[in-house]
């Protein structure tokens, strides 16, 4: 791999886990909790990131196209970042914002006002994206004075008991057993071209049809429009597999919105700060939010932070709380400063531009190449390929993911993937160098041929998807 800029090649030398990584594996689970017991979809300890590599304690380095889930934009610890926490760190130490407020939280405010979405003049400071979108919702009540939100099935919002239980967040993945259904919440399911559940294909698909069931199902049937306080929505649905909504329904949405008096919460934490090639994802349709929220890339690798940004009718003069003892410490803030000056000093967004194009490049003609790659979807540097077992049933392949992740990982490429889900992700850094971006997609391609000459056997129990989904697109 030649390249400009200087890096660890990526190269996995041992078996997964190796030796060291195994010892210190179990270890840990003999005393952690139940899903941190479990080291299968990632088999390794971290001894050190630098920039786009991640190195085990065995020496075995990886590209990583996972970036601290979405939380580190600019590689692992960017030195403008690192720096502004520590001078901040030193000056400041921690201090609970809400109280004692610095120049670091001022200044922040300011320019995520500056470089937020028109009409967005207002900030709330939080600890995490899961307690950003709680504030949200309590924003959109208190300003409506209205009870009922209106959200979508498939999407992600974080793992508080409210959340998990209301918000149909991944039922199988961190709800199973443990779903309560609160009153408050209405849903439509997130537009999904290629698995549209009232598309009976093939034929015209359009994502419209979640419109209509809102307005001719939802509204008919379920809750007066005059109910609803707002609409919770990701403009790309992230863990629910990178689905990418159409301009329609986005035109559609907001009509409703306009109409009846609905504020649009739209749920940033993943998209924000670049990841799909502009500032917010919110710019791609210019969407008008009356809430945003933010977490994961806002911290630029430095320390947690999240936020709710706002209108002035949502959020000025509020007596909701947000935020908490933890919420924008100032080294944080300073960090997050530095991070968003420095995705726009060093045009990272022009490099997303570039990594889109070579995903695009690389990875979308397997849809035509390999039976079991159902589809690629490309917003940015936000990269999901959905796995089936074949191409006229669609049914979902999760073995088949999990065998290129494990071959993945042997050759060097650390993505996203999760067990018994079937879309593989990649998020790099912004400004991951083209040419590692290349080869980690080669790597991806190369990963799915094998896998394809020897697919495994697929799970029984999602054989229900064969009789009840359709190819969407005609
Ligand atoms: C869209 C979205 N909202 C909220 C959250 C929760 O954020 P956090 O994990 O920081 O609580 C996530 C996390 O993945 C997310 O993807």
Redesign the pocket.
Known sequence: MASSVEYVVPSVQTALPGPRSRELLEQQSRVVYGPMREYDEMPLVLASKADWILTDVDGNAWADHQSC?GSTPLGAHPAAVEEAVIEAQARYGMEITDYVTSEPVISLAKRLVEIAPPGLTRVAPSV??????ESGLKFARAATGRPMILSFLG?????ASLLTAALGTDLSEVTTGSAQYVPGFVFAPYPNAFRAPFHKGPGPYDDGMYIDFIEDWLLVHQVEPEQIAGVLI?PIA??GGILIPSDEFWRRLTGLCQRFGWMMIL?E??TCMGRCGTMFAAERWDLRPDLL?L??GMAAGGQPL?GVLGTERALADSDVHSGGTFAWVPPACAGALAGIDAILRENALDNVAQLAAIAEEVLTPMVDQYEQVGDVRIAGAFIGIEFVTDRDTIAPAPAFHRDVHHELMRRGVLGITQWGKWVYRMQPALNMPPDLFRWSCDQVRDAVDEVSKRPPEEPQILDRWQSETRRARG
């Open positions: 889930w995490s994206g899961t307690l950003a979108v999407q992600y919002h974080g793992e990701e992230g863990e749920d934490v993943q929220l977490g994961k999240a």
